[in-house]
Structures are given as structure tokens and as C-alpha cells.
């Protein structure tokens, strides 16, 4: 199953792997300390948005839009295909840092994982 989580934040029980769908690191942290302080185990920064596009989060509906094509590409549709087929055996997580879930590609992220089939709570 794959949780949906915001980076930095405590771990649920079971959680798993935590992936970091991060454009970059956390400032200020050694990479070192990443886990133990709940970043995340893993950086998986090709299911990002592009540096281009976060300039451009203002405006939500065209930054969802433009997210969803970054997406499109064959590399980002083999690693959304990855996670989902993972999701039905194993406990993981992906995240970012952002505090308001409906506001960051980690929304996105979670439906797009759905329609690739993943196992996710709820």
C-alpha cells in the first residue's frame, strides 16, 4: 500500500519505505540525517515537478495541468507503473515538503498513482 505523506512529518506505524518526490534535498540537513529525521529513505526526484513548473504553483489549475503532462513522459509513466505494481506487495510511502496536500503535486501524484491501479488507504 502506498501512503501519501508530507516529508518531515512523523511516520505512521507501517509506513514503510518513505520516498522523497522532491525536486531538491532539505536545506540545512545532512543527507545523513535524512530518515531519522523523516524526510525520506529514498529520493525519487524524477516524479517532481520541473523546476520550470513550480514557478508557476500560483496558479493551480495550469500547474496541475502542466504536472499531469510532465507525467506523460515514457521515464515518469514506468515509475508510476513501478510504484503501483509495487504497492500491491509491499508498505511504502511518497511525499513532499509542502503543508497543504491539496495545494502540492502530491495530490496529483496520489490520483495518478491510482489510475495506474496502486493500492492506496482509504
Not at 514503510?16 to 534535498?25: A, D, E, F, I, N
Not at 543527507?31 to 513548473?53: C, G, I, T, V
Not at 503543508?99 to 491510482?114: M, P, Y
Request: aromatic fraction near 8%; charged fraction near 30%.
Amino acid at each position: 500500500m502506498i501512503r501519501i505523506v508530507r516529508l518531515g512529518s512523523a511516520r505512521a506505524r507501517g509506513e514503510g519505505l518513505r520516498l522523497g518526490t522532491v525536486r531538491r534535498p532539505p536545506r540545512g540537513v545532512k543527507k545523513s540525517d535524512y530518515a531519522r529525521r523523516n524526510f525520506y529513505d529514498l529520493w525519487l526526484p524524477e516524479l517532481a515537478p520541473s523546476m520550470k513548473l513550480v514557478g508557476k504553483a500560483d496558479d493551480w489549475q495550469r500547474f496541475a495541468k502542466a504536472y499531469r503532462k510532465e507525467m506523460k513522459a515514457p521515464a515518469a509513466q514506468r515509475l508510476l507503473e513501478l510504484l503501483a505494481r509495487l504497492s500491491q506487495h509491499a508498505d511504502f510511502s511518497v511525499g513532499c515538503y509542502c503543508e497543504d496536500e491539496a495545494r502540492c503535486h502530491r495530490s496529483i501524484l496520489r490520483r495518478l498513482l491510482a489510475e495506474h491501479g496502486a493500492r492506496l488507504p482509504g
